[in-house]
């Protein structure tokens, strides 16, 4: 099992960036796929970002390709998305998972408790 606590979040002008980091526990940080997910207010959670165990693997949702990278270093255990050129549709609760199978954009078991991201326009 793996606890998973995420941190970053903010508050930022239009065009900017933020850097989220997602804390792990646990000693096999390194056998979980890590992804990145949002839910914007009346909207269902979506998938952002993920990336393999090994971190060779990545993928993204087309709404943030370009723009979020997401990372991950299994010595610290951690996971991050950096995110450039925000836009206000980019506003909500930013969530942290994990899952013990390979890369892909669902089917993740454990969460953390989400970390708010609000752009201004």
């Known amino acids: 099992q793996v606890q998973l606590v995420e941190s970053g979040g903010g508050l930022v002008q239009a065009g900017g960036s933020l850097r989220l980091s997602c804390a792990a526990s646990?000693?096999?940080?390194?056998?979980?796929?890590m992804g990145w997910f949002r839910q914007a207010p009346g909207k269902e959670r979506e998938f952002v970002a993920g990336?393999?165990?090994?971190?060779?693997?990545?993928n993204y949702a087309d709404s943030v390709k370009g723009r979020f990278i997401i990372s991950r270093d299994n010595a610290k255990k951690t996971v991050d998305l950096q995110m450039n050129s925000l836009h206000p549709a980019d506003t909500a609760v930013y969530y942290c998972?994990?899952?013990?199978?390979?890369?892909?954009?669902?089917?993740?078991?454990?969460w953390g408790q989400g970390t708010q991201v609000t752009v201004s326009s």
């Open positions: 998972a994990a899952r013990q199978g390979a890369l892909q954009n669902d089917g993740y078991d454990y």
């Open positions: 646990g000693r096999t940080f390194s056998m979980y796929t």
């Open positions: 990336i393999s165990r090994g971190g060779s693997n990545t």
